[in-house]
């Protein structure tokens, strides 16, 4: 099979390259391991949004105003074509628009919230500092991001695979690649059939193949455990909420099957360190009915996400050589916004189009290696 560009892995990242790259008049492949929305994506809570937790005052302080400035015009796109691409092609996916808040309840945060909103402010982002929230607990101060958005990611990508597939592209399941070969002859092998195009994308995590890259981009990027626990309430709940504190999570209300939940989320570690799950899940549970109301946990679930060291996604050619062949990864939990914008880097770096955020979200800037120390002392800490 011929096609222009072969994209492995069918989450975020790749099904809105293909869709933008199909958009473009390009013949695509995607290939998926397991199904479609199988991977991270199709686990993830839903929220559509540029505010990840307290970030844009910690990416000035530690990298500038133009990374943080950058960072933010990626996500902030990324939200509005998630929108676009709803209403376009009339994506049933129970999308939403919703504010976004970072709440706390601790008296020394109080300042940090305040800084955070604004910086958040002066970068261009819908941002405010307030002092209440429509939390039904006491808070006492909130970064709040207005007009950000929720959805269904799973009904979310489907809608996309419906677009690429066909006419001349295509979403192919169950399709483990078992080779990789870039340069000017590119192809990817499957078990049953070989693709052969000129540009390959590599969306699916860490890259499994080739080997060197696996290698390599296990020292750009760490992997985090998150768990998450969805339970029925009885209490109506707007907005999307994330807190900094110990003791506090992310809050997201939600319909499963026409039914009211609440999914609540945290207790993320270091992955390696070795926790027990089940006590991590009943943290959650315990927190949802004593904040929320949660009468009934319905589900629960862990997800590995990866975060590169500096805290920058890493999207641009797989090796600083490739001219072919690109890579997408590091959402830092964030993959709905962080995996949308960089699906428009992707599209831009395949056209051979500048793309003005493609130097910071490259991925193999020095920084990478030298914010190592940083990040294993935080997680040390923090996994005390």
């Known amino acids: 099979m011929n096609v222009d560009i072969v994209i ?28 479609v929305g199988g991977g991270t994506t199709g686990r993830t809570t839903g929220k559509v949004t540029s505010q990840h937790n307290l970030v844009y005052d910690d990416l000035k302080k530690r990298l500038g105003v133009e990374v943080a400035q950058i960072y933010a015009q990626a996500n902030q796109a990324a939200v509005e074509l998630v929108a676009s691409i709803v209403k376009q092609e009339k994506i049933d996916c129970e999308w939403q628009r919703q504010d976004n808040y970072v709440y706390t309840d601790d008296p020394e945060a109080i300042e940090l919230l305040k800084q955070e909103a604004k910086t958040a402010t002066a970068l261009g982002l819908p941002a405010s500092f307030e002092k209440t929230t429509p939390l039904p607990f006491k808070t006492l101060a909130s970064v709040k991001f207005s007009g950000q958005s929720k959805i269904n990611s799973q009904k979310y990508l489907l809608g996309l695979a419906k677009y690429v597939n066909g006419n001349g592209s295509y979403v192919f399941e169950n399709s483990t690649v078992k080779r990789i070969r870039g340069g000017k002859a590119c192809y990817v092998k499957t078990k049953k059939a070989k693709v052969h195009a000129k540009q390959i994308i590599i969306a699916s995590n860490v890259p499994t193949f080739p080997l060197l890259a696996r290698g390599t981009y296990c020292l750009f990027e760490y992997p985090v455990e998150s768990y998450i626990v969805a339970g029925i309430t009885t209490k109506k709940l707007d907005g999307m909420y994330i807190s900094p ?21 945290g207790e993320g570690h270091f992955s ?113």
């Open 245 to 265: 504190d110990k003791n506090n999570y992310s809050i997201l209300p939600a319909e499963i099957d026409g039914v009211r939940h609440i999914l609540i989320g």
């Open 272 to 384: 390696g360190f070795r926790f027990n799950r089940k006590k991590k899940f009943q943290k959650l549970a315990d927190y949802a009915e004593k904040h929320l109301g949660v009468t009934k946990i319905t589900h629960k679930w862990s997800d590995r996400d990866y975060l590169g060291y500096d805290g920058i996604p890493l999207v641009g050619p797989l090796y600083p050589w490739s001219k072919n062949v690109f890579v997408a990864t590091a959402f830092k939990k964030w993959g709905l916004s962080n995996g949308t914008a960089a699906a428009m880097i992707l599209k831009d770096l395949a056209l051979r189009e500048n793309n003005r955020w493609s130097s910071t979200y490259y991925p193999h800037r020095p920084r990478l290696i030298t914010s190592i120390p940083r990040v294993v002392l935080e997680n040390i800490k923090g996994n005390r």
């Open 8 to 35: 492995i892995g069918a989450g975020i990242t790749g099904l809105t390259s293909a869709y933008l790259l199909k958009k473009s008049g390009y013949k695509v492949a995607v290939l998926e391991k397991h199904t």
